[in-house]
């Protein structure tokens, strides 16, 4: 390499917190500072081999149980199917909750960002699959393959009881064969509009048939029995085929890999993808066999990621800024069902995105009514600190450094001692973060330390720029009022 290789350029503490926003969530002093001085591709190179496969949150306790709608329900009377159903209720809020703390805990944003973009692209949801226990062992397979290979994923989501169900693959036989995921994994999991014909979803979908799901257990059972051994015809290949050597042969196309690539640079590069480099980072990745990190570090490191004219122009997911918000200023909450309904309110119910073609994220993630939400989820965050020593480090709100399993560090509060004033359970001490600008609440920031606090918590210049003279509080509240908080 040339010393003059863009990857080989050093990180201001600004670059890796965009950096580090854009591939996962707002970090905190502790989770930049290892970063700054680093080159790009050390940097790149470091979160790719921190990112877990596992989750941190321990498994709701129901997760090992057998399936709530395995036994036939026709002998139930209609109060117990009423405490079944409340019962799964109950569980699917425990879900989304478990989903929310991880987000706000883990130590690998990166692997829960990833998560999130597989959930959003293998898309199926509670609303049609109606099993709790279902899900999570999706969301474990989807982590655990997040930065992995995405033909082995593609295999094994395809036969996951989640999508089975979701895409009525369970129920596909000889005679009969459902075509809804012959034409979903063709136009929205591998080769994009445009690249098969109807014939091609037809003749897949009898490839597909045989592959079901034994009920008790709701696990994927091969029913060969059901199964067409006949010839088909796929993308212009003929034989006995099967749904793994359809995979194949739809993984086999260099759409797939442009497909792909080119959903991740909406996600993580700009709304405007480059196509030569989407080409590049595309060959890169169908070369490597589907590697997902070798996708992952050719998008971090085009010229395209690091250019400013690409910063701030991807809004936050609800998910994203409840996160961040929550990690960054280091917030405090009784309950993590707090942060799921918060991302319910803003627009995205986990687990429950709107259809086949999941969230469609980007602008249509703002409107007035959620513009109006996240900026109360502010006002809320705000109110919560309004009792801590609004004049200097607080001491109503003592911490300790409490390690989760992983090793990073949250902080929790000591038992018995104070806290600020809670609302609805959150706590922010916010003289507490104010500490490393030198500053209180009370306290004017001069120039310097306005431009500071703008750095830290907005990717540009804010819309609307502050008057001198406004205390730390209330400059930092407008701050993440701005229309710029809501960018990444």
Sequence with gaps: ???ADPSRRPLTADDARYFLTRAGYAPDARELAPFVGLTRAQAVDQLLMQARRTAVTPPPAWAADPPLYGAALKGMTPDERRELNERRNRMASALSAWWAQEMATTPSPLTERMTMFWHNHFVSSDDKVREPTVLYRQNVLLRANALGNFG???????KDPAMLIYLDG???RKGHPNENFAREVMELFTLGEGHYTEQDVREAARAYTGWSLDRSTMTYVWRADLHDTGTKTVLNRTGDFDGDQVLDILLA???TARFIVGKLWLEFVSPTPDPTQVERVA?????????????MRALFLTPAFWDARARGTLIKSPSEFVTDTVREFDIGY???????????????DLFRPPNVKGWPGGDAWID????????????????ATENANAGGPSAAMSVSSTPIRSGVQRTALRAGQAMPRTVAG?????????QPYALGPVDVPDGASREALQRAVLPLAPAAPQPPGVNSASFLQALLMDPAYQLK
Excluded: N
């Design 1 to 3: 390499m040339s010393a």
């Design 152 to 158: 082995t994923m593609l295999h094994d989501v395809s």
């Design 170 to 172: 369970a129920g596909s």
């Design 253 to 255: 196309r260099p759409e």
């Design 283 to 295: 060959d890169a990745f169908r070369a490597s066999g589907y590697d997902i990190r070798v996708a």
């Design 334 to 348: 009784d309950d993590p069902q707090m942060l799921a309904q918060q991302m319910r309110v803003l627009g995205q």
């Design 368 to 383: 007035s009514t959620t513009l109006l939400a996240r900026k109360q989820f502010v006002e809320r965050m705000f109110r």
């Design 426 to 434: 959150v706590r922010f001490d916010l003289s507490r973060w104010l």
